[in-house]
């Protein structure tokens, strides 16, 4: 009874909120206009500082613009023949970069995933530790970690103390070593984990508990409850940190730009695409050649970014999905 | 009335906009702006002339930024790109071609001839240092050249005697290895794969790098060059020379802790206007000896007095006629140059020269002495590396030829054509 008498009310109401039709649409237009206005300082910004450069620099693909001089020929398509045939440093720089991004992700994600875990539970102080472990995100794409990093892994750094402690007789030179020198910007990616642990905890949360207890009574193992409820549940936000993180690794710069010195050092093992894209336009001048491999990285990101979303189907769950 | 609003909204905008950008323009100084690289050193003593010079001319207002070597570089390219680079730029003799052929810089030969800039008491190969396609792009601030500095204390505690004034590279490795041997330190942790010092081993044996108009590659014979890498890698191998996995640390302390100051090299190769910072690093009781690079066996001299920097005047520049005044004053004014104190090499002007010889310090005069005993054998300048070069040198010399040798990974005499190859097609590039 109650809720006939509410949906007559309602009926009722209806006429009076379209009444005035065309006094709405131009509030509705007068706030889309005070909306803009509020954003403007972004859009403005965007708009000069990111769209124009974007579209200048696809021009620039096509020129062999000199960064020095700012003056530039078009060249058709000489910069991506360049590329992919005769520059062998170019194939080095890919070839770092891939490696850095297949044991970067995974590691970065794992970890995150497994302190999440740990700081899911109810325990005293968590609050603090979820802080703790987020700091070296915050701080971590700064110089100042960089050069901790370097003194960590220096030939009388922490590392090898520690190691020689436990028997080592001869210090490893962590960063001179062509074998060595990526694993330390490698770690050093994994040891950032904060951002990705945030977002696992909060998908860590949205699971019901019922779930778990349910399993309990049905005497599911730790193990099993991970991979059977944990795991299959949080699969919508794996997936979203694979992506984002996946993208970040390509274009990582800061850290190796400090810890191995920018230039790739030693033998190409650290150039990563975006040290040698940098070197290219500011040390060798070739902005023309530089534009044209940015937009080569945008265009594999963007395939490799749809082949996950493809893949994504066979393997993310969305409780929504269901029914 | 919803239109008022907007317009109320747009206007404040706008004046708020006008408020902000509305500068006080009504300054009756004249601004001049200068940039330069350097240690902390070099900044103390450029700004206190820079105070000097602005107490003469009140109605000059010098502006200046400073940055260490590679933070330079890369600030003024970007600048450069803008084009934005400050009125006075300090140039080196390796990019002097690179900027002047893109004409970011302008000549100064007519600053000269009206006596703007007072060149009457530098020498006419000093001048000419400065020159770009027959035009003067740079003044040099001060003349400089490779050192290699003996750490006698160490020779000695070796038993090793200090080598003649024309030492070979092979008397070089004879006496690494014997330092080595006897001491279980480095001969030396860093230099001979310098690209520097690679091309002065090509001007021992009386050839360059270069061709004369810079359009290729100019070895004519590769014997020595293959040979001194060889020579290198062979050191590094039995541990004489600091290998390249040890590079990193050789190189990340910078020059107070630097090996020679740290005692685990015996010789350290730099150049001589760096000299005054590393002997403030390593102290009094220090005896180090300075000798010029080691030449090819039956050369000349390897060494050659090369202007250690320059001031340049930038394209673009609105204040040339205060810029030649600030030039002048840095070269030929005896107060500025007590402060700069032959900081960037020993000064061009040989009244200035005369001036500080009776007032320097004992390390300053052995610079002096270097400097002039270098000129008495020194093989002429070589022409400033063409455009191309730093490309060469950061695409193609170091990590694909130099870099894997010295690893091991590729036979010298193998990789030398790929080198001679790729760098050709750079330089003919450049050319263009």
Known sequence: MANTTLSTSETVEKPKSTAKPRKKNRDFKMNNLAGYLFISPWLIAFLLFTMVPMIISAGLAFTDFDTLSNRGNFIGLDNFTRMFSEDPRYWRSVNATIKYVIFSVPLRLSAALFIAMLLNTPRRGVYFYRAAYYIPSMIGGSVAVAVMWRQLFGTEGLVNAFLMILGLDQPIRWLGNPDTAIWTLIILAAWQFGSPMLIFLAGLRQIPQEFYEAAEIDGASAIRKFTRITLPLLTPIIFFNVIIQMIGAFRTFTQAFIVTGGRGAPLDTTLFYAIYLYNRAFNSFQMGYAASMAWVLLFVIAILTAINFKLSSRWVYYETDVE | ?432
Request: glycine fraction near 6%; hydrophobic fraction near 45%.
């Open chain 2, 1 to 432: 009335m919803k239109n008022s609003k907007i317009v109320i909204l747009i206007t404040t905008m706008i004046s708020l906009l006008l408020l902000f950008s509305v500068n006080v323009m009504a300054q009756d100084q004249v601004e001049l702006t200068i940039t330069w690289w350097g240690s902390q050193n070099r900044h103390d003593r450029t700004i206190e002339v820079i105070e000097q010079f602005e107490a003469e001319h009140p109605e000059i207002d010098v502006v200046f930024e400073f940055s260490g070597w590679a933070d330079y570089w890369t600030r003024v390219n970007t600048q450069a790109a803008g084009g934005n680079v400050a009125c006075i730029m300090q140039q080196d003799y390796a990019f002097l071609t690179e900027w002047a052929s893109r004409d970011l810089l302008l000549p100064m030969d007519d600053l000269f001839a009206s006596g703007a800039v007072d060149v009457s008491n530098v020498s006419e190969s000093i001048l000419n240092s400065g020159m770009v396609n027959g035009e003067t792009y740079g003044l040099s601030l001060g003349t400089n050249s490779q050192v290699y500095i003996l750490d006698a204390d160490a020779f000695e505690a070796a038993g090793v005697e200090l080598p003649a004034w024309d030492w070979t590279w092979e008397d070089f490795e004879t006496i690494s290895t014997q330092i080595h041997d006897a001491l279980g330190i480095w001969s030396i942790a860093y230099g001979p794969w310098d690209d520097a010092n690679m091309k002065s081993v090509l001007l021992s044996d009386g050839q360059w790098l270069f061709t004369d108009d810079g359009t290729a590659i100019g070895i004519e014979d590769s014997t020595v060059w293959i040979d001194h890498l060889n020579r290198i890698h062979r050191l590094m191998e039995s541990g004489a020379i600091a290998s390249m996995e040890e590079q990193a640390d050789v190189s990340a302390p910078g020059l107070e802790g630097s090996p020679i100051v740290e005692g685990t090299e015996a010789i350290r190769y730099q150049w001589s206007n760096q000299l005054v910072a590393l002997y403030t690093a390593a102290g009094e009781d220090r005896n180090f000896v300075l000798y010029p690079l080691p030449r090819v066996a039956g050369g000349q001299s390897a060494n050659y007095l090369k202007p250690s920097m320059f001031f340049s005047i930038t394209e673009g520049c609105e204040t040339v006629e205060e810029a030649a005044m600030f030039i002048d004053y840095f070269t030929n004014s005896l107060e500025a140059n007590d402060v700069l104190f032959a900081e960037r090499g020993v000064p061009v002007s040989s009244v200035v020269q005369a001036h500080l010889a009776e007032s320097v310090d004992a390390v300053t005069a052995s610079i002096f002495e270097y400097i002039a005993q270098v000129g008495e054998s020194a093989s002429p300048v070589p022409p400033p590396d063409p455009a191309g070069w730093s490309d060469i040198n950061t695409n193609i010399l170091y990590p694909q030829y130099v870099e894997p040798v010295l690893f091991g990974m590729l036979d010298a005499a193998d990789g030398f054509d790929f080198f001679v190859e790729e760098s050709d097609l750079i330089l003919a590039q450049n050319a263009q």
